[in-house]
């Protein structure tokens, strides 16, 4: 089992930077992937970044560029950096972590790009 515990959302100016955070506790060895994804209202839920047990990246096209995804193997966390944000990023975001088969999930934080 692995419990994951976001936290960093809230509400931005356009231009403006974010990070969020995603604590992971439980049997949490050998997790393949972890990253984020996000839902926008009436939208389907997409994938936004991806790191790797080996290290790789991946992002969403709309957000190479302005998102870093990065993590501290000593308090288990990844973070996702949020750069020159843009009001289409507003969305509820969540935290994955992808271990043994099964995908597991953070409770969402909410984004909100807005002036």
């Known amino acids: 089992q692995v419990q994951l515990v976001e936290s960093g959302g809230g509400l931005v100016q356009p231009g403006g930077s974010l990070r969020l955070s995603c604590a992971a506790s439980?049997?949490?060895?050998?997790?393949?992937?972890m990253g984020w994804y996000r839902q926008a209202p009436g939208k389907q839920r997409e994938l936004v970044a991806t790191?790797?047990?080996?290290?790789?990246?991946d992002y969403v096209d709309s957000v190479k560029g302005r998102f870093s995804i990065s993590r501290v193997n000593a308090n288990n966390t990844v973070y996702l950096h949020m750069n020159s944000l843009k009001l289409e990023d507003t969305a509820v975001y969540y935290c994955?972590?992808?271990?043994?088969?099964?995908?597991?999930w953070g409770q969402g934080t909410q984004v909100t790009v807005s002036s």
């Open positions: 994955y972590a992808y271990y043994r088969s099964t995908t597991y």
């Open positions: 790191l790797t047990s080996l290290g790789s990246t």
């Open positions: 439980g049997t949490i060895f050998s997790i393949s992937a």
